[in-house]
């Protein structure tokens, strides 16, 4: 089991904003590389909040409180830069830890139960999670084809090739993070599956078969049990979240 778990919240343009200030990427396709261009595509995306920046600052400045508050913050009246520059310092304080994963791994030996300590040895070995969900956020900063973008044999998502323009990218998208990935349902880059079972069948069968599956992808013959010990695991990444540090 590999790679593009993390399910879409809206569309598929927004996903879950924790942990963000660790992501090299913003957007599934990666299009972005920093969280103050992601927060202003977001404002004007007509899919999302269809706000024009130049009636976003209209608006920031006709408020007597954004004014005063950007004025003793930033020096001037309140623009676009200034207010992606608050939205994102703000998103960067939305952090996830202190898991039962997290605590295992700090010496709790009782922290994690037994079926998820079985998950975790899927996820290491027979399944091959860690070819994609490695590290500390359980992603590798990297893109991937699973193959959820095709449907009937057609690609109805060219995913990373529309920021690269690499035949190798069609179809392929930013792997997520797995932190808190129980209460992000649904899943995928545009929502497919309702369900982590329905994510552990998906790649359990080895993704969909298109010319540019990723090649750590391939069927895993997972038993009931493991497929068990593996969602068990899952729901371990679960921790506290806490925002806006002091």
């Not at 942990?19 to 927060?39: I, K, M, P, V």
């Amino acid at each position: 089991m590999a790679v593009g778990i993390h399910g879409r919240r809206g569309t598929r343009n927004s996903p879950t904003v924790l942990n963000r200030a660790y992501s090299a990427f913003q957007f599934w396709d990666g299009r972005r590389t920093s969280l103050e261009e992601q927060t202003l595509d977001s404002i004007q995306n007509p899919l999302e909040m269809d706000l024009p920046i130049g009636e976003l600052e209209r608006r920031l400045r006709a408020d007597a409180f954004y004014n005063t508050q950007f004025e003793s913050v930033f020096g001037d009246r309140p623009d676009a830069a200034s207010a992606a520059n608050a939205i994102t310092t703000f998103v960067r304080t939305l952090l996830s830890g202190n898991s039962a994963f997290d605590r295992f791994t700090h010496g709790d030996r009782r922290a994690l139960s037994a079926p998820a300590r079985r998950g975790l040895s899927v996820f290491r070995g027979k399944g091959n999670c860690v070819a994609c969900h490695s590290g500390p956020l359980f992603a590798d900063q990297d893109f991937h084809n699973t193959g959820v973008a095709w449907q009937d044999g057609e690609l109805r998502d060219q995913g990373r090739y529309q920021v690269t323009g690499k035949e190798e990218d069609r179809g392929a998208f930013k792997t997520p993070t797995l932190r808190e990935v129980a209460r992000t349902a649904p899943y995928m880059h545009d929502g497919s599956l309702a369900t982590l079972e329905e994510v552990v069948e998906f790649y359990n069968r080895g993704g969909n078969a298109n010319p540019f599956r990723d090649r750590e992808l391939r069927p895993l013959m997972l038993t009931e049990d493991e497929k068990e010990a593996i969602l068990a695991f899952l729901q371990s990444l679960s921790g506290q979240i806490v925002e806006g540090l002091e």
